[in-house]
């Protein structure tokens, strides 16, 4: 019990640690007693999880107790007792106590020498330990010599992959930081990252997609450390770039893609077992999707086994699919493999956060800096940009309601000469600093990051008659690495789409069973008269009759250009025809026209809003979707019309190249560090579609209808999925010049 602790531990996956180790500490409390020495291991392992949440309380009285039990058990000439002492010695540290630790600590390393010799590990982590509490105390010169020695001990003894070689080395490096020398500090900072990367591909070969969050948390800490330095070194050494890109690269979305990596590889292998695994992981994850889509009093009781189980599983299948197939490694990829498919008067942009770290300790800052790369440069340029508050100052007050979007993204300025030009402010804070190493006209790939997600760059002012997309060509990327990845579409003019809208939210369990029982059934939904300024989203659920008006343009759009099309409205338009749509013959383009929804935090409350998971804060409404929201009695025979994100990852749509989700707050979610946004574009990127437009906020009806009706014109009529969305956002903001609300929200990202 207590050594699948440590592991879990470990891995950071402390809600399933603490169990194990108070139960091995009771089994041993009553067959061994509280005087044997596994006794006091137990003690000293349940402390260290302690501190490792930050509850040095309940770790104190716990390492006191260990040490007390070794010293009468085992003797202090014993190993076990150096070691109880170095962990005493390092919550005191911890705790600021430094008075107390440095005896402990130099007692703790006299022993571990006699009893073990300078070779062992225990050795090496015990200077390791020493050398952190002088540099905390400002006595660099007595730390730098222990931190050399550590280093060498660990090389020796665990080798330059183990996890702990990498602590050393970002040590040790953090020192020459804090002294000044960062030119010593850049090499062991580059081999700490090769380390982490190593560590991560190891980590992610058997676990879980939420055990893989899990995991990156213990590292995050690690990676702020390179790049608040990278940003602090760069006006001396702008060749740390290299270093910043290639950490973008590798760490933007790799848990999304190590899932994609994962499903790929067992569908594609030709292994009974592992597909019949897969499939028993996939029915478990729908029975799951289901059942939170119900009230929780009536949700299953052994629904957290079943997710227990879920997760079980895909570990399985990630140490399964790693033996099909080489999944691309982390770190593999490099800026200069970005930069070789650059074309003349092309550039990318990775945008960077980070909670920024001065000399290793921590600040309240949230840093933003860009990484631009062009073509034959000698390494991209490291361009640093603003803080968050910064940028949060901006949001809060701008992207609350349609005035004050207008506000924001407007080119001419407002008559109330009192206030902030938040447009202005925007443009100065994350793009004014990039323009003089962008040549103007060029095709710009960019990769945001934190709070960018939430911007539409294409509307953002650079002067009372200029806006962004009027100097540059921009296309959104989830990642520049994406650019490696050729398109498996052979053809610029699709063959195939699927249609939704003019849906009847309202209908029966009756009608929508009947409909589920013949899913190729179309009914057409006779419009109400409802006000054109509806919006697409505001948990009033309300007939859209722009939908309707969108979709059958499009479909007539299509059939003219001999596109199959396939048109789902009024009570056809049910969850379930959705979901049918899965498969290898998915068609080349979704189109989904309705109401969306995404709750930022999880509440108090039924349901989506009260949901941790944040894909099950997001959703798509289809037919009969109100008779669930509003809590009436559903038939158990059919969906309830209400997609989250987290439904929608299980619909694999394999031959789908754009999924155009033309509804409200679509590209909403929850921020997650490098993995970006959780919602609706993570699991449609799940799901493989290769570019989602989305958007930003609550959109209104009938502006909608015209700019998804001009954009398949443009690409009905042979113009790439960039192009014509580009050509899009130009004539609907020639159009409406004065309200980028109208048509601003929408953004293309691949």
């Known amino acids: 019990l207590n050594n699948l602790a440590q592991l879990y531990r470990s891995i950071g996956q402390y809600d399933k640690a603490l169990p194990l180790y108070l139960e091995a500490l009771e089994n041993c409390e009553k067959s061994l007693g509280k005087e044997h020495s596994s006794y006091g291991a137990f003690l000293n392992s349940l402390a260290l999880l302690y501190e490792s949440i930050g509850q040095y309380d309940k770790a104190l009285p716990l390492f006191l107790e260990a040490l007390e039990n070794c010293e009468k058990s085992l003797g202090k000439e014993h190993s076990d007792y150096g070691i109880s002492l170095n962990n005493l010695a390092l919550l005191y540290s911890e705790m600021g106590q430094y008075d107390k630790a440095l005896p402990l600590y130099l007692e703790a390393l006299e022993n571990l020498e006699k009893s073990l010799g300078k070779e062992h590990s225990y050795y090496g982590i015990s200077l390791n330990s020493l050398a952190i509490l002088y540099e905390s105390m400002g006595q660099y010169d007595e730390a730098l010599p222990f931190y050399l020695e550590a280093l060498e001990n660990l090389e020796k003894s665990l080798g330059k992959e183990h996890s702990e070689y990498g602590i050393r080395l970002n040590n040790l490096a953090l020192l020459y930081e804090s002294m000044g020398q960062y030119d010593k500090a850049l090499p062991l900072y580059r081999d700490a990252i090769q380390n982490n990367f190593y560590n991560i591909n190891q980590a992610f070969s058997f676990l879980s997609e939420s055990e893989k969050e899990k995991f990156i948390k213990t590292l995050s800490s690690k990676f702020n450390n390179y790049k608040s330095f990278f940003m602090d070194y760069a006006p001396e050494n702008p060749e740390v770039a290299r270093e910043a890109y290639n950490i973008e690269l590798a760490t933007k979305g790799m848990i999304l893609q190590a899932g994609i990596q994962m499903r790929e590889a067992i569908e594609q292998s030709s292994d009974s077992a ?104 000698a390494q991209p340029i490291l361009v640093p940009l603003c803080e968050q508050k910064q940028l949060d100052s901006i949001l809060v007050q701008s992207l609350s309601n349609k005035s004050s979007l207008n506000r924001m993204y407007r080119a001419a300025m407002l008559p109330d000469f009192n206030s902030v030009d938040y447009g202005k402010r925007l443009y100065e804070l994350i793009w004014q600093p990039l323009e003089k190493y962008i040549p103007e006209n060029s095709l710009v790939y960019f990769a945001p990051s934190g709070s960018l997600h939430k911007i539409a760059f294409a509307a953002i002012p650079v002067d009372d008659k200029t806006r962004l997309s009027d100097k540059y060509r921009l296309m959104q990327l989830s990642s520049t690495a994406l650019l490696l990845q050729p398109s498996k579409f052979k053809t610029t003019k699709p063959e195939s789409i699927a249609l939704f809208g003019g849906i009847n939210y309202d209908a029966g369990s009756e009608e929508l069973l009947a409909t589920a029982e013949n899913i190729r059934n179309k009914q057409e939904y006779v419009s109400r008269s409802v006000s054109s300024e509806a919006d697409r989203g505001s948990f009033n659920w309300g007939y859209l009759p722009g939908t309707l008006q969108e979709v059958t343009a499009i479909e007539s759009i299509a059939k003219k250009k001999k596109v199959a099309t396939a048109k789902f409205t009024g009570n056809a338009a049910i969850e379930e025809q959705f979901k049918s749509l899965k498969g290898n013959n998915s068609p080349r383009i979704v189109h989904i026209s309705t109401h969306g929804f995404f709750f930022e935090d999880a509440e108090p409350g039924e349901q989506y809003n009260a949901a941790k998971n944040p894909l099950n804060r997001a959703g798509l409404l289809f037919a009969g979707a109100n008779n669930s929201w509003q809590g009436k009695a559903s038939n158990d025979g059919i969906d309830d019309g209400i997609l989250t994100a987290y439904e929608a990852t299980n619909v694999i749509l394999g031959n789908t190249e754009l999924v155009v989700l033309s509804a409200c707050e679509t590209g909403l979610g929850e921020i997650k560090g490098s993995e970006g946004v959780f919602g609706l574009q993570r699991a449609f990127k799940n799901a493989g579609a290769e570019y989602i437009i989305m958007s930003l906020w609550k959109v209104p009806d009938a502006e909608t209808a015209e700019f998804m009706e001009y954009f398949y014109k443009k690409l009905f009529g042979g113009e790439s999925i960039p192009d014509a969305f580009r050509n899009t956002q130009q004539y609907m903001n020639t159009k409406y010049p004065d309200e980028p609300y109208k048509w601003a929200a929408f953004v293309l990202v691949r």
């Open 274 to 377: 592992a597909l019949a695994k897969y499939d028993q992981w996939q029915a478990l994850r729908l029975t799951i999707a289901k059942q939170h889509s119900q009230p929780v009093e009536k949700r299953l009781p052994n629904l957290p086994e079943m997710e227990a189980e879920a997760e079980a599983l895909e570990g399985d299948l990630a140490r399964v699919s790693s033996a099909f197939a080489e999944s691309q490694k982390l770190g593999t990829i490099k800026w200069q493999d970005v930069q070789h498919v650059l074309n003349p008067n092309e550039a990318c942009v990775e945008f960077s956060s980070f909670a920024y770290k001065k000399e290793g300790e921590n600040t309240d800052s949230i840093m933003y800096v860009a990484l631009v790369l062009l073509p034959g440069s």
